[in-house]
């Protein structure tokens, strides 16, 4: 994956995957501790449950250490979150970020566990079939920073991209999505004009 998310996909080819496995597991195949998150609850998670999920694993500190930094690309983890959600704790070198993205119609929530990160979004519902290129309306944009422990939730048509802003220091946050990103929208933006430029499926990032 070219530059995704706040997304478990790579955004340089020095990104590595570390290990994929459930929250409650053990050890993982490095034999590192991944620590035990709570119970997952029945039926399909809200969002509301995601976002206290990504609270509670970006809040356990043991499990975060697990992730090994690399200052020359993202690094993840991936985990199983509540309800057949999927989650990942992601690492943000100095200096990377995700390119504009959607989540292929998923909704979740994300939190940051160490460091700032920074979100742009847009405000508006895109169409997802028949465009190349789209002009946005004066007024969409909305910005946010998260810092340690900050959290948000986002709807399944939400579009943002996420950023390490820093010139020094990683930046480490905790992702869940429902249902599982079944693909990914990659855009380009110019001023106001937002270009799809690829879609990836979940064979390009895991």
């Not at 199983?80 to 292929?104: L, R």
């Not at 990160?117 to 969409?140: F, H, I, M, N, Y």
């Amino acid at each position: 994956m070219s530059a995704s998310l706040d997304a478990p996909a790579p955004t340089t080819s020095a990104s590595t995957a570390v290990v994929s496995k459930a929250v409650g597991s053990q050890t993982a195949a490095s034999g590192a501790s991944v620590g035990t998150a709570a119970p997952a609850v029945s039926g399909v998670p809200t969002q509301t449950e995601l976002l206290d999920f990504v609270r509670r694993t970006a809040a356990d500190t043991e499990l975060v250490a697990t992730l090994p930094l690399d200052p020359e690309g993202r690094t993840w983890i991936r985990l199983d979150g509540p309800a057949g959600s999927e989650a990942w704790i992601i690492s943000w070198p100095p200096g990377t970020g995700t390119g504009w993205h959607d989540h292929g119609g998923s909704y979740g929530a994300f939190a940051t566990a160490e460091g700032v990160l920074q979100e742009d979004s847009l405000a508006a519902r895109l169409p997802t079939e028949g465009w190349k290129t789209l002009e946005l309306a004066e007024g969409v944009d909305r910005e946010r920073k998260l810092t340690k422990g900050d959290a948000r939730a986002f709807g399944s048509h939400h579009v943002h991209e996420v950023r390490n802003e820093s010139y020094s220091e990683h930046a480490v946050s905790v992702h869940a999505y429902y249902p599982p990103l079944p693909l990914m929208r990659r855009y380009s933006r110019t001023g106001a004009v937002l270009r799809l430029e690829q879609v990836e499926r979940p064979q390009e990032w895991q």
